[in-house]
């Protein structure tokens, strides 16, 4: 059975930083992908970055720049680094994964696997 757990989230003052964690178990992801969504109370979940096997990685525009997505292949698990943290990041963020390539990592729909979230608040 496949697990993924997200771990790192909080509080934390605008212009902070956290890490997220998200330790895969069950199955290994090298070969395909593994994401961070989130959602803000009253809005639909939406994608925050993607990383492939082979390390080549996607952000959405509000996150480039301040967030850093990375992938440990022999832990099986994936990072998101933020930084520059605005009030407007304030949501669950979810990890996500997949098996084999796609080029829609930005899109829910591409991810057989899911975590639990976790809660991040940025306040002002």
């Known amino acids: 059975q496949v697990q993924l757990v997200e771990s790192g989230g909080g509080l934390v003052q605008a212009g902070g930083s956290l890490r997220l964690s998200c330790a895969a178990s069950?199955?290994?992801?090298?070969?395909?992908?593994m994401g961070w969504f989130r959602q803000a109370p009253g809005k639909e979940r939406e994608f925050v970055a993607a990383i492939r096997g082979g390390g080549s990685t996607d952000y959405t525009d509000s996150a480039k720049g301040r967030f850093t997505i990375s992938r440990d292949n022999a832990k099986n698990t994936v990072y998101l680094q933020m930084n520059s943290l605005k009030p407007e990041d304030t949501a669950v963020y979810y990890c996500?994964?997949?098996?084999?390539?796609?080029?829609?990592?930005?899109?829910?729909?591409?991810?057989?696997?899911w975590g639990q979230g976790t809660q991040v608040t940025v306040s002002s």
């Open positions: 996500a994964a997949r098996s084999g390539w796609t080029p829609y990592l930005n899109t829910m729909g591409a991810y057989m696997y």
């Open positions: 069950g199955r290994t992801f090298s070969s395909g992908a």
